[in-house]
C-alpha cells in the first residue's frame, strides 16, 4: 500500500516534531523559565487544536484573551487552558480529543461564548452565521496511519468510522479483498477531508495504543497541491487556482540564464574544472 | 542489533502479527522475534466471544498469556480476528477479577441474607452452599431449586451440570441463557427437520449469489463472517445481491444493494408475502419434486397468547403492567389481525381467549390447498401497508423492494441464503417466523445446497455446541432427546449409569420463569453460572426485588462483580476460558476444542470443579427417595435399585456422576496432555482449598461420555484427541470426516441409510409422527408418520402484546454493539474497548428528537409500563432509527434497559422479545 508508506513517511517527521515539542517543554521547566519563557504572546503553537469556530492560529492568537469563557461553557471539558509547560500559549484553549474529543454541540456553546470572535461564529454557521451548524466545525483534520491500523491488517475493527458522528460522510469505509485469505473483505476506514470536522471521536475511539487516527490541524495534516494542474474531470476544479498567482519558482538549471549557459564553455568533461 | 528488552517484545508481537497476515518479515526481525519468544508458547484456542467460532492461538509465557494472533489454519477466519478477538488475553487480567469467594455475613461471620460480602473459605462456601441446597430441596423438592447455565458454558461444563441438576439432583430446572438467543431458532429445527441445528455452514457464503439479513445486524455482531459477506459482494458485485432486512438503518445497509426498514414483528407478513407471491402468482417456480418428495404442509394453533404470566392480576405487579400482562388472557385483534386471522373466522374487533398456550407447541399436517388458503390475504398491496417501517418512505418505494426481494428468491438459478439471528428469534412469534423462512426456501427446493438455504446464526459461541448439542435447557437431554420422553430417559439413565426412573420426566423452568419462580418463593435456591440474569433479562426490576427482598439463597459463579453477583448471597469466583480446558461449538456445527493454557488467578477455579465438589455434598439417600415434583408427579424411590447397582446410601453425587470407575480409567498423564496444565487433573501450583487433583483425565472422561449419547444417532462427534489436532469439525463427523452441507446425499452419509437413493433425506427424529387436520385444527385419527420429511409451516402474522400508543409512542429495540459482549462484564473492563464505547445510548431519529426537544448528547429517560432508565441520546451515530423507534443496547449496567423491557416470550420457545415494547422518551 503506496498511501500507508508515504503516511508512514509524514507520520515519522510528525512524530519527531511531537517529541521535540515535549522535551522542549520539560527543558524550560527543567531550567526554572516557567512563566516567562512561555507566555509569549502571540507565537504560534502549530499543534494545538483550536475549538469549533477558531480563527486561524495566528489570527486566533491575536484575538484570544484568554478569558476563558469557551472553557467554562464546554459540557464536556472537553477543552482546556493551556498552563505552564504545554507547549501551547498559556491560557489559550484547545483539545486534546485521545483523552476528551469535542461531541459536536449543536449550540456550539463555546464559540457561542466567545467576546472577541477568536471563535468565529461565522466559520460555524450557514447564512453568514444566521443558523448555526456544528458540521461546520474545522477543529482540525483526522489522518490515519495505516500502518498501525488493525483494520488494514484485515482485522474487523472500524471502531473510529462507527463512531464517527458523521458516519459515512466524514469516515467511510473503503471495501478491498483480503487476497491472503482469499474470502474476507478489508474494511478500511478512510477520512474525507472535506467533511471531517476534527471533533476526534474517531482518535478517542480508536482501539490501539496509540491512535492510529488522529487529529492534526490542517495546517500540519494537509499538503497543498499547486495552481499549475486543474483536475480535467472535475469541472469546479479551477476555482481553486489563483489566477493572479503564479510562481516563478522554477529551478534555475542554468544558473546564469539561457543565454550565458549556452555561450558558455563546452560540451563534454570539463564541468568539473569550474 | 542491540535491542532493550521491551523492543524484543514489541518485534516478537510485531513477528507473530504479521505471521498472521502472511507479511513478509525481515531475516533480523525474525531472529530477534526467536529470542525474544524464547520461553513462549504457542497453543490453539477458540475466541471467547461470538458464535462465529474464530480460531485464535495463544502464546504463554510464565504461567501468562502474552499475545493472542488470528489462527491462520482456521477455515472460519483464517488469521484474522474482530476488536473484540483482538483482545481475548486482557480480558482475563482486569483488576477486579474475583480471587475468592465472597458470602454475605454478619458480625459473626455467619450468612446473613441482609450481610455484606466478605471472603471466606471455598470449604466454607460450599458447606453454606450445600445446606442451603439441603433445605430448600427438602422444603420443595427438585423444582425449589434452579441453575441458571449458558451458551457460553464450555461443552464439558455443560454437560456436568446437565448431569449433576438432571441425573443427581432429579430436577429439570436448569436452562442457559442461550433462552434469550436461540430457542425460537431451535423450534424452528425441531418442527421443520426434527433435528436441531443448521443444515449449511459458512462456506455457503462463498457459493452463493444472495445474501439476505432478516434481523441479523452481522456487520457488528457476526465481523469475521461480515467480511466474508463483503469479500463475496466484491468478487463478483453484479451478480451477488444483499439485502438488508431490519427495523432502522444499521451497518449492514452500508453495503447492501436494498435496505428495508420493516416494522416490527412484520417480518412473518414478508415472509408469507413471498409465498403467497409463490404459491398465487408463479406456481411454476414451485420445485414440485423436492416439495413432493422431501416435504409435508402443518400448521398450529393461534390463540397461545405471548408467554407472559398466566395470572395478570399477579399482586406484584402494578395497573400499568397489568394492561399488557392482560393480553396473555384475551386479546381485542386488530386490523391486520381481522385479515391474517380470517381462515379462522375472525374479524377485526373480535376478542381472542388464548385457551391454548399451554398447547402452543402442537401442531399438525394440512394440505397445500390449506397452506395456500392461509396465505389469501399476504398480497403486496395488504404486506406492504402493513409492514412499511419507515414513514419517511412512499408506499410505492417500499413496494417496489418487496417485490424485488420476491424476485430474488424467486429466480430460477439464483443461489439465495436468509440469515437471521435476534431479531427473528427474540419475537412474540420467534418459532413462527424461523419456520416461515425453511417454508420459503423449502417452497423453491433451495434449501441443504451449497449457497442455498435458510440459516439461523448463533449469538454466543456455544450456544450450539452447549446448550443445545448437551441440552442444558429444561426440557432437554444430550443430542436432541427430551426429558419429556419415556424412551430418552431409559436410554440416559443407562448412558449416565443411573437406576432406572432417576429423571424426572417433567420439564422445569426455563430462563425467565426461573426468575418468576424466585419472585413467587417457588424457587429458594439457585446458582448462576456464566451468565447474568439480573441484568440480562426483561423486567429486571422484578427479579432485583425478588433476589433481595425475598426468602432464598443465590449462588453466583463469576469472573468479575455482574449485577446477578451484587444481588447474590454467595459469590464464587471462576476460572476463565484459558484457564482450564474446554470447548465451544459454533453456529455451523463446527467443534473446536481447546487446553489449559494457564493457571487460574487467585483462589479462582473452574465451573467443573465447582459442581464437583458441590456433589460431593450430596449423597444419594439425600435425593434418590421417593420425591415428590408437584400434585401430580412423584418421583419413585430408586435407592434399591441404586444398592443393586452397588452404590451406597452414602455414596456422594460426586463417586457416581463423576468419579465413578469408568472416569477413573482416563489417566492423566495422557499423550495428548503433554507439557500442559490440568487443574482438575492433577491441581496446581495453588493448592486451593487444598486441592491436588482428582488423578485422572476429567476433560476426556467427560467429553467420550458425553458422545456416546450421539454416535450414530445423526449427532456423531469425534473423539477428544481428533480435536486437539484439527481446527475443529463440523458434526456429524463420520468415518473421521465432517459433515459439509447436511440431509443431502452429496455430502452427508446419514442420507444414503436413512433414504436410499434419494438426493435428500430430513432425517431429524423429532415430531415425525403427527395428527392430520386442517387450518382450524386437527382432526381426529391416526398419525401421519413422516419419515425424512420437512415440514412446510403457514403461520399468520399476529400483533406483538404491547405496541407503541399516544401514551407510549415509541418502539424501544435492544441489541449489541461489536465493540462489548453481552452485559459488557468483561469487554468493559478492557480498557480500550471501554474507551472505544463508554457506555450505552439511546439511539433516536432526529425529527422525534427535535419534537422534543432533545438535543444530541441530552439525557433522556426511557419509560415503559415497567420501570425507567436514563441515557444519553444519540441523533447521529452507528444506527438511524426511523421515526417512531429507539434503540439502546444492553450492555452497560448504568443503563439497565431491561428493567424497561418487557418479559413477553414467544409462547413455544419461551425466547423473550427484547426487540419490541411501547415506551416514552423526555428529556431528563
Known sequence: ?274 | MALSRRDFMKQAAAVSAAGAIGMKVAPEALAAAQEAEKGWKWDKGVCRFCGTGCGIMLATRNDKIVAVKGDPAAPVNRGLNCIKGYFNAKIMYGKDRLTQPLLRVNDAGEFDKQGKFKPVSWDKALDVMADKFKEAYNELGPTGIGVFGSGQYTIHEGYVMSKLVKGGLRSNNIDPNARHCMASAVVGFIQAFGIDEPSGNYDDIEYTDTAVMWGANMAEMHPILWARITDRKLAEPDRVKLINLTTYTNRCSNLSDTEIIFKPQTDLAIWNYILHEIVYNRPEMIDQEFVDKYTVFATGPCDVGYGMRSNPDHPKYTELERETMVKQVRKVLSEAEGKTLAHLGYKAGDTMENKRAAGAIKHWIIKFEDFKKGLEPYTLDFVAELAKGDPDESLESFKAKLQQLADLYLEKDRKIVSYWTMGMNQHTRGSWVNEAAYAVHLMLGKQAQPGNGAFSLTGQPSACGTAREVGTFAHRLPADLVVANAKHREFSEKMWKLPAKTLNGKPGSHYTKLLRDIEDGKIKWSWVQVCNPWQNTASANHWIKAAREMDNFIVVSDVYPTISAKVADLILPSAMIFEKWGAYGNAERRTQHWKQQVTPVGESMPDVWQAMEFAKRITLKEVWGETKVDAGLTLPDVMPEARAMGYTDDDTLFDVLFANKEARSYKWPDPIGKDTLNTLAEGDKRKVAGFEGYGFFVHKYLWEEYRKFGVGHMHDLADFDTYHKVRGMKWPVIDGKETAWRFNADYDPYVASKNPGEQFAFYGPALKAMPAGDLAGPIKGDKVKLPNKAKIFFRPYMDPPEMPDNEWPFWLCTGRVLEHWHTGSMTMRVPELYRAVPEAVCYMNGSDARKKGIDDGDAVWIESRRGKVKAHAELRGRNTMPPGTVMIPFFDERVLVNKVCLDATCPISKETDFKKCAVKVYKA
Not at chain 1, 483550536?50 to 484568554?66: D, H, M, N, Q, V
Not at chain 1, 488522529?214 to 474531470?233: C, I, M, Q, S, T
Open chain 1, 1 to 274: 500500500m503506496s498511501g500507508a508508506k508515504d503516511m508512514d513517511r509524514n507520520e515519522t517527521g510528525r512524530r519527531e516534531f511531537f517529541s521535540r515539542l515535549a522535551r522542549g517543554a520539560a527543558a524550560a521547566v527543567a531550567g526554572g523559565v516557567v512563566w516567562g519563557g512561555l507566555v509569549r504572546e502571540g507565537q504560534n503553537a502549530p499543534l494545538a487544536l483550536r475549538p469549533p469556530g477558531a480563527l486561524s492560529e495566528s489570527e486566533f492568537l491575536a484575538k484570544c484573551i484568554r478569558c476563558g469563557l469557551c472553557v467554562e461553557a464546554c459540557p464536556y471539558d472537553t477543552l482546556q487552558l493551556a498552563g505552564p509547560g504545554s507547549g501551547e500559549p498559556t491560557g489559550t484553549p484547545s483539545l486534546k480529543p485521545r483523552e476528551v474529543p469535542c461531541y459536536l454541540c449543536t449550540d456550539i456553546p463555546c464559540t457561542v461564548a466567545c467576546p472577541t470572535g477568536a471563535l468565529d461564529l461565522a466559520l460555524v454557521s450557514t447564512d453568514n452565521g444566521r443558523t448555526l451548524d456544528v458540521n461546520q466545525t474545522r477543529i482540525g483534520l483526522a489522518v490515519m496511519d495505516y500502518h498501525n491500523c488493525i483494520a488494514a491488517w484485515g482485522l474487523r475493527c472500524d471502531a473510529c468510522y462507527r463512531a464517527c458522528p458523521l458516519i459515512d460522510k466524514a469516515i467511510t469505509l473503503e471495501h478491498t479483498r483480503n487476497e491472503r485469505t482469499g474470502r474476507h473483505a478489508m474494511l478500511l476506514p478512510k477520512v474525507q477531508t472535506d467533511v471531517c470536522t476534527g471533533c476526534g471521536l474517531c482518535e478517542r475511539a480508536c482501539i490501539v495504543e496509540e491512535a492510529a487516527i488522529f487529529v492534526l490541524p490542517h495546517e500540519v495534516a494537509l499538503g497543498k497541491v499547486g495552481d499549475n494542474y486543474v483536475r480535467g474531470w472535475d469541472e469546479v476544479d479551477q476555482q481553486r487556482v489563483n489566477p493572479d498567482g503564479g510562481a516563478a519558482d522554477q529551478v534555475d538549471q542554468s544558473g546564469a540564464g539561457a543565454l550565458d549557459y549556452l555561450n558558455d564553455g563546452v560540451l563534454g568533461g570539463e564541468v568539473d574544472d569550474d
